[in-house]
């Protein structure tokens, strides 16, 4: 369910409280300045009634002219302030969101994040967040100082006459508030659809590239390229009918700024009102319509802006699939179990009633066909996600009683596919342990059968691996995943498919350091190769979500 602007804006400002002495000094010098602005106008206009002797203000000539040009001083220098305070808040902020943004990532990592595209996530990071910038640097402020100057103005005129006073408050409100809500109504939808659709170009964008060499090779080039122009020229659609929505309101905003000066021209001639002060009244509400018009021009970048909004607070508020235990047990590794475990992804049921033990200083290997169930009985392990029934134990603790740093470092974890930073072999090795010296992390890919090949680089450790691991094979990519691993070296130690992607010979080197290292440390392997099995001191099939 999609939430209101209105909530969206107060979520959006309660992250300004910490600025808040910085966005009081910008509204307060946006409200001068504007006055300034206003002033120079209406003096101009009296100085022509003071020419022709017909002014009902005390201002000589060269009073008014010096007064004129204060003014024009004044409103520079405050026009500048407003702006410097302005964009100093929102780019504070924006690192501020950017943090957050991190940080509910990190929390919602991994299990709520697998089904979301990274091409949106990316479209979320940058792209949304930036648009925000518009809220916090243009609509903020405008806002506040469009409210004050109003209100003072809505005095000012009021002193001529409180019945032409009393017109000036409908006419900024009309222009203010009812055009731009009516229009940022209208409009919000497309605002919204506009950035999940680019959301969705970016995931389709990033997977093409990623998949560039397959594309290619089966000739489907042309049809992703297809995909790509009409996916494009959907969301040009929907930028067109934004840009038609903007112009639109614009006109509006124009037309009603043109018709209310002339209904105040008018209720100042049915009330009578004097000919000096008539003037000054129609130029003073003239002259002040600027800062309502910015909030009417604000409508139509605001469709798109609160639909940033709307998925940057939804992403930050999310709540994830297990919270972090900061204040738990750290008990010592004495083995792992799984009780009467059942999970399902959504209505597919994975694991039914599923019981198992791994003990201490064993190597106990788990097999089953594609979709039994198997990773995720890893990820139950990492308590990566939670089982609705049953319980994961290590050392006889449900792992949702151990504080989640410490959990973390009793096991280590390979995945099938090992991702790679834009880092050197070295560095993205190190990753197991970012304080381990250069000798713990030679031996770590000494036991994945890494290390001959490092040296034979011309960099060495020190190699870059390219964007993704690029300039790496498939094989040398996985044994820097099993390096990790060992760097790590935690007594729980699960691999899923560890050496799916070696040949005879880098298997053996790998299955024999696991052998050798088995001593008081409990690994689960993942494998359907049965040279790999071969070295496991018992196995369990999964099938149908039990054990056999």
């Given at each position: 369910m999609r939430r209101s602007g209105i909530r969206i804006m107060w979520g959006l400002l309660g992250l300004l409280r910490p600025l808040s002495p910085v966005m009081v000094l910008c509204i307060l010098m946006g409200t001068a300045g504007f006055f300034c602005a206003i002033a120079i106008t209406v003096l101009g206009v009296n100085l022509l009634l003071t020419a022709a002797d017909l002014s009902p203000w005390a201002f000589s000539f060269s009073a008014g002219a010096a007064v004129m040009a204060v003014c024009a001083a004044a409103r520079a220098a405050l026009r500048y302030g407003e702006q410097i305070c302005g964009h100093f808040i929102a780019f504070k902020l924006l690192a501020v969101l950017r943090d957050r943004l991190f940080g509910a990532l990190r929390r919602l990592a991994p299990a709520k994040l697998e089904q979301r595209g990274r091409g949106d996530l990316i479209s979320l990071i940058t792209g949304d967040i930036e648009l925000l910038e518009v809220f916090y640097a243009h609509t903020v402020a405008p806002v506040c100082i469009a409210v004050l100057v109003s209100a003072g103005m809505v005095c000012a005129i009021g002193v001529f006459h409180p019945l032409l006073g009393a017109a000036a408050c409908v006419s900024y409100l009309i222009v203010g508030c009812v055009i731009p809500l009516v229009s940022s109504g209208l409009g919000r939808r497309q605002g919204v659809e506009v950035r999940d659709r680019l959301g969705e170009l970016n995931s389709y964008f990033l997977e093409s590239l990623r998949g560039i060499r397959e594309t290619l090779q089966y000739s489907r080039d042309d049809e992703r390229a297809l995909e790509i122009a009409q996916r494009t020229e959907e969301i040009n659609r929907l930028q067109g009918q934004l840009k038609k929505h903007e112009a639109a309101a614009s006109s509006w905003s124009g037309a009603a700024v043109t018709a209310l000066t002339l209904l105040m021209l008018g209720a100042g001639l049915l009330l009578s009102v004097p000919f000096p002060d008539l003037l000054l009244t129609t130029v003073m509400l003239s002259a002040s319509f600027g800062p309502v018009l910015a909030l009417a021009g604000l409508s139509a970048t605001m469709d798109q802006t609160l639909a940033a909004g709307e998925r940057v607070l939804t992403l930050m508020e999310e709540a994830p699939e297990t919270e972090d235990i900061l204040q738990g047990e750290k008990p010592d590794f004495e083995g792992a179990e799984a009780r009467h475990l059942s999970f399902s992804y959504g209505s597919e049921e994975?694991?039914?009633?599923?019981?198992?033990?791994?003990?201490?200083?064993?190597?106990?290997?788990?097999?089953?066909?594609?979709?039994?169930?198997?990773?995720?009985?890893?990820?139950?392990?990492?308590?990566?996600?939670?089982?609705?029934?049953?319980?994961?134990?290590?050392?006889?603790?449900?792992?949702?009683?151990?504080?989640?740093?410490?959990?973390?470092?009793?096991?280590?974890?390979?995945?099938?596919?090992?991702?790679?930073?834009?880092?050197?072999?070295?560095?993205?090795?190190?990753?197991?342990?970012?304080?381990?010296?250069?000798?713990?992390?030679?031996?770590?890919?000494?036991?994945?059968?890494?290390?001959?090949?490092?040296?034979?680089?011309?960099?060495?450790?020190?190699?870059?691996?390219?964007?993704?691991?690029?300039?790496?094979?498939?094989?040398?990519?996985?044994?820097?995943?099993?390096?990790?691993?060992?760097?790590?070296?935690?007594?729980?130690?699960?691999?899923?498919?560890?050496?799916s992607n070696l040949d005879s010979l880098n298997e053996g080197s790998v299955l024999k350091a696991l052998s050798e290292s088995r001593q008081g440390r409990t690994v689960i392997l993942v494998s359907h190769r049965k040279s790999t099995l071969s070295i496991a001191d018992s196995s369990y099939t999964i099938d149908s979500g039990r054990l056999s």
């Open positions: 994975i694991l039914r009633d599923l019981s198992v033990k791994f003990p201490e200083g064993k190597i106990i290997a788990v097999t089953g066909r594609s979709g039994s169930g198997k990773s995720t009985l890893l990820k139950l392990l990492m308590r990566f996600w939670k089982a609705p029934e049953g319980t994961v134990r290590i050392s006889g603790l449900d792992v949702g009683r151990i504080q989640t740093d410490h959990l973390r470092s009793l096991e280590s974890y390979m995945i099938q596919e090992t991702d790679l930073f834009h880092d050197s072999i070295g560095d993205n090795i190190r990753i197991g342990k970012p304080d381990a010296a250069q000798e713990e992390v030679e031996r770590a890919a000494e036991k994945a059968s890494l290390h001959d090949f490092i040296m034979t680089l011309p960099q060495g450790y020190d190699t870059p691996v390219g964007e993704l691991g690029g300039t790496l094979s498939g094989g040398e990519r996985q044994r820097i995943g099993l390096a990790r691993a060992f760097l790590h070296d935690a007594p729980l130690l699960l691999l899923d498919e560890p050496t």
